[in-house]
């Protein structure tokens, strides 16, 4: 009835397998990068929530305030608006769910759908306005080595092993002179998720690139894959280096250790209702 439907918090009448399939569907296209908007929906996923500081409690996915400007237009954003343009016709289908959970959602379908582990994924953010966006400069950049990459991770709420962890993502994707002013895929196979982030890492001997771009890692052998600065501290880090060693020689550890990490990223400061299921989403396939 009428009625009821005024009661039914919006979070309730949306159909979060449907938005599932939606968001798969819309993963495929030949004309954009290497074939696959899976790597740009997962970066949006991950700076939406990335933002989240466990002191004051504030940032995360929970307001999606990164489609809103001043943080839509943070540099480390840059290139984004391709993710939220693609995804904006599944607001209009689903009106119902918020933007939170359609970008942490859509990073999911990403990770799930390109091979990688099922990830828990529960609904209930709500969205907030403009004036509610985190100031700049909580992401981590990329310039810096690893004390900078803990400074970030552990405002988060992380720890060594999950930041290890979380940074397999870059098997994923690649780096755009037009966003981050880096450039390149980190391997040969950028839309499968695998633990190539780490077997590249450490079977590859990396020197700086020769341009007139930001300071960044090629391999040697065939200069076509690419490393970031942070990336390197990944090798050089004694700490991180034990969990690099350990992804690389066991892919399953690996899968189980990012979906217990991305799972509590998409989660960070958010305070979900207490009925909110919890779904293990299957894969289309
Ligand atoms: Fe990342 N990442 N990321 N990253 N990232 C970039 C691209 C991707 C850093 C910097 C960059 C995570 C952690 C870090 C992805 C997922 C994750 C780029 C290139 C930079 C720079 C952007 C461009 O030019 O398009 C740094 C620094 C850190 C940590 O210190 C974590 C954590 C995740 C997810 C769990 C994915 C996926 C991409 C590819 C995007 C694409 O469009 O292909």
């Not at 950028?190 to 690139?209: G, Q, S």
Request: charged share 25%; glycine share 8%.
């Amino acid at each position: 009835s009428k009625q009821q439907d005024s009661t039914t918090p919006s979070w309730k009448k949306v159909d979060y397998a449907g938005v599932y399939k939606d968001i798969a569907a819309l993963l495929e296209d030949e004309n954009y990068d290497d074939g696959s908007y899976g790597p740009v929906f997962l970066r949006l996923a991950w700076h939406a929530s990335g933002t989240y500081d466990c002191k004051s409690h504030t940032g995360g996915s929970s307001g999606c305030t990164i489609r809103h400007a001043p943080e839509s237009e943070h540099d480390a954003n840059a290139g984004l608006e391709v993710a939220r343009r693609r995804l904006e016709p599944l607001k209009k289908k689903h009106p119902n769910i918020s933007y939170g959970d359609l970008y942490t959602l859509a990073g999911v379908v990403a990770v799930q759908e390109l091979g990688g582990p099922t990830v828990k994924w529960r609904p209930g953010r709500v969205d907030k306005q403009a004036v509610e966006c985190t100031p700049d400069g909580r992401l981590p950049d990329a310039a810096q080595g690893a004390d900078h990459v803990r400074d970030i991770f552990y405002r988060m709420g992380f720890g060594d092993q999950e930041i290890a962890a979380l940074v397999g993502a870059h098997a994923l994707g690649r780096c755009h002179t037009d966003r981050s002013g880096y450039d390149g895929p980190w391997n040969a196979s950028p839309t499968a998720f695998t633990n190539f982030f780490y077997t590249e890492l450490l079977d590859n001997t990396w020197v700086p690139k020769k341009w007139t771009g930001p300071m960044q890692f090629v391999d040697k052998q065939s200069g076509a894959f690419m490393m970031l600065p942070a990336d390197m501290a990944f090798k050089t880090d004694p700490r991180f280096r034990a969990y690099v060693e350990r992804y690389a020689r066991d892919q399953d550890a690996f899968f189980a250790d990012f979906a217990n990490a991305f799972a509590k990223l998409l989660e960070l400061g958010v305070s979900f209702p207490e009925d909110a299921p919890l779904y293990r989403f299957k894969t289309l396939d």
